[in-house]
Antibody, heavy 119, light 107 residues
Framework: EVQLVESGGGLVQPGGSLRLSCAAS????????MTWVRQAPGKGLEWVSD????????HYADSVKGRFTISRENYENKLYLQMNSLRAEDTAGYYC????????????WGKGTTVTVSS | DIQMTQSPSTLSASVGDRVTITCRAS??????LAWYQQKPGKAPKLLIY???SLESGVPSSFSGSGSGTEFTLSISSLQPEDFATYYC?????????FGGGTKVEIK
């Protein structure tokens, strides 16, 4: 069974940093591009970033470019999101998701981890 | 960026009703559109990909159609477990964008 389990969320002050992790199991992790999607409280979904299976290609939403860094460790089956210079508007639930092997829809999602940026 | 506009934002319906949700893209996205269902406090779940392909395990009461800029998600006979919020998402071009969501409520 494919499983994605996020961790690393919490309360952080504006300007602070946090690193989210996503542990993957049940599939050949390195074969799949992965993505992070967030959802502010009571709001809709926002794509944040994605990374290719081998890790060499990344993309970012303009709202996080230059502040967030996506990475992966394929030997550990883990996906990461390093978040720096956090702002109040980054407060959200963060989901990791697995793309389809040959396309860019999100076929499996984790349960999410919550990030709160507040003083 | 491609804007995805869903309508209505809220839909009140009864069990057994047929419901249709519309998603419009600000420019053509061919058929690169997915639909997701999200229940309160839960992660989104994939329903439809490539505009009209039903994800494995999703009831056949769900169907998708459209191409270019106009798309629909239909539920042929609404069941109690279908009351949720539905999102469309384009994956034709970066940045990937979602519609604002349609909440299907019990009438």
């Amino acid at each position: 069974e494919v499983q994605l389990v996020e961790s690393g969320g919490g309360l952080v002050q504006p300007g602070g940093s946090l690193r989210l992790s996503c542990a993957a199991s049940g599939f050949t992790f390195s074969d799949y591009a992965m993505t992070w999607v967030r959802q502010a409280p009571g709001k809709g979904l926002e794509w944040v970033s994605d990374i290719s299976g081998e890790g060499g290609t990344t993309h970012y939403a303009d709202s996080v470019k230059g502040r967030f860094t996506i990475s992966r460790e394929n030997y550990e089956n883990k996906l990461y999101l390093q978040m720096n210079s956090l702002r109040a508007e980054d407060t959200a639930g963060y989901y990791c998701a697995k793309f389809h092997r040959y396309s860019y829809y999100m076929e499996v999602w984790g349960k999410g981890t919550t990030v709160t940026v507040s003083s | 960026d491609i804007q995805m506009t869903q309508s209505p934002s809220t839909l009140s319906a009864s069990v057994g009703d047929r419901v249709t949700i519309t998603c419009r893209a600000s420019q053509s996205i061919s058929s690169w559109l997915a639909w997701y269902q999200q229940k309160p406090g839960k992660a989104p779940k994939l329903l439809i990909y490539k505009a009209s392909s039903l994800e494995s395990g999703v009831p056949s009461s769900f169907s998708g159609s459209g191409s270019g800029t106009e798309f629909t998600l239909s539920i042929s006979s609404l069941q109690p477990e279908d009351f949720a919020t539905y999102y469309c998402q384009q994956y034709n071009v970066y940045p990937f964008t979602f519609g604002g969501g349609t909440k299907v409520e019990i009438k």
